[in-house]
């Protein structure tokens, strides 16, 4: 008789368990669904693939362990071709219809301006958009989640680099004529009004084009010896490119946005000597617990898959992620989620550290530099003369 009631005491919480967990739009007995909008498609779809890649990746890895209490994390995932009004439909579909209970790596910034907003009206977290925009560190969004630096913080690290390293103070920009570029050129120029320094020149090209030969003469004509660029991989290799054959000697430096392992591609020999700022540590080193296990996920997701910042940079969202929801109780909620989040504070990733609070979304604040040479790229700790 005992065990009857044991049973059936057994079975009804399991029930109300389930029926308040479905409360929640995303999180069943079973499972958590997570969603993404990202450019998996069209000139920076290498972008949103690896980011996706390496979500997977750490979601897989917390799935073989058995999950998040027994539930499995899921990623739903469409194409915005990194355009922002296809960022708006995918958004709307994954909350209304899809019923996500966040969303994760979002790709851009102009996309996540579009993107972001509806999240908060429906109070669904936003978590590690790859974007290093100053907006959505603003400590009023309680449901953003940042993991990467921002964008200040990378430019600002560039022109301290540029004018400690080689004294350089003659610095011109070429920047995506949109919300990302010009949040990047913000950066640039508040690097340069701490040290009393102006620009030399700007230039800008399109979104989703590679339309730079003009800004390669334009800024050419201002003789810069440095130009900070805040762009996609394609237009930063079109342009540098374009720069090496007009003999254009000064020195090119790319923000993490830009999709390192891609531009080498790109590139090819005309990339020898170009830096690029990065917002994770190098995915091939060995300073970290935190990089082996991302390799060794990385391979048992996808066999075929090689590392790279975007990825690494992914599969620190979905591990942070998941311890955020095993201290979000049982019955996990948005609300719980974000709590835990604020709550827990400072999260160790396998050695990369994460810090959030009340009024404090950032994250990490920390800045690598590395080189290209001979199609691979190196860790660098200054820039070379």
């Not at 999180?27 to 972008?47: E, H, W």
């Not at 993107?115 to 790859?130: C, D, K, L, N, Y």
Request: aromatic share 8%; glycine share 12%.
């Amino acid at each position: 008789m005992n065990k009857c009631r044991t049973g059936a005491l057994a079975a009804l919480l399991w029930l109300v368990a389930t029926a308040a967990g479905a409360q929640t739009p995303g999180v069943t007995a079973d499972r958590i669904l997570f969603g993404q909008s990202a450019a998996l498609g069209g000139p920076t779809a290498d972008l949103g693939n690896e980011m996706r890649r390496g979500i997977l990746a750490a979601f897989e890895e917390v799935n073989r362990a058995g999950g998040v209490k027994g539930r499995r994390l899921e990623l739903r995932s469409y194409d915005d071709r990194y355009e922002p009004e296809l960022a708006i439909a995918n958004t709307r579909r994954l909350i209304k219809d899809d019923g996500v209970f966040a969303l994760i790596g979002e790709v851009g910034t102009t996309t996540s301006a579009a993107s972001e907003p509806i999240a908060r009206a429906a109070g669904v977290p936003f978590i590690a958009p790859f974007t290093g925009a100053e907006f959505l560190r603003d400590p009023a969004l309680t449901h953003v989640v940042n993991v990467r630096a921002s964008y200040f913080e990378e430019t600002e690290a560039m022109v301290e680099r540029l004018t400690t390293d080689l004294g350089i103070t003659r610095i011109g920009v070429l920047y995506q004529d949109d919300s990302y570029g010009r949040t990047g050129l913000a950066g640039v120029r508040r690097a340069l009004d701490r040290r009393g320094l102006e620009l030399v020149g700007t230039g800008t090209y399109m979104r989703n084009t590679s339309a730079v030969k003009t800004a390669v003469l334009g800024l050419n004509q201002r003789n810069p010896d440095a130009i900070i660029i805040i762009g996609a991989y394609m237009p930063s290799a079109v342009f540098t490119q374009w720069a090496r054959k007009l003999g254009v000697k000064a020195r090119i430096l790319n923000i993490s946005f830009v999709g390192s392992d891609a531009l080498a591609s790109a590139l090819g020999q005309a990339g020898d000597g170009v830096y690029i700022t990065q917002v994770v540590p190098f995915p091939e080193g060995g300073s970290l617990p935190l990089l082996s296990d991302y390799r060794k996920a990385l391979v048992a997701n996808d066999a075929s898959a090689k590392p790279s910042f975007v990825s690494l940079e992914g599969y620190i969202a979905g591990r942070l992620t998941a311890e955020v929801l095993a201290r979000a109780g049982d019955l996990p909620s948005r609300e719980s989620f974000l709590s835990a989040l604020t709550t827990t504070g400072k999260f160790d990733i396998g050695g990369f550290v994460l810090n959030y609070g009340p009024g404090d979304n950032r994250g990490s604040e920390q800045v690598f530099l590395t080189m290209i040479q001979k199609g691979d790229i190196y860790s660098a700790t200054r820039l070379a003369p």
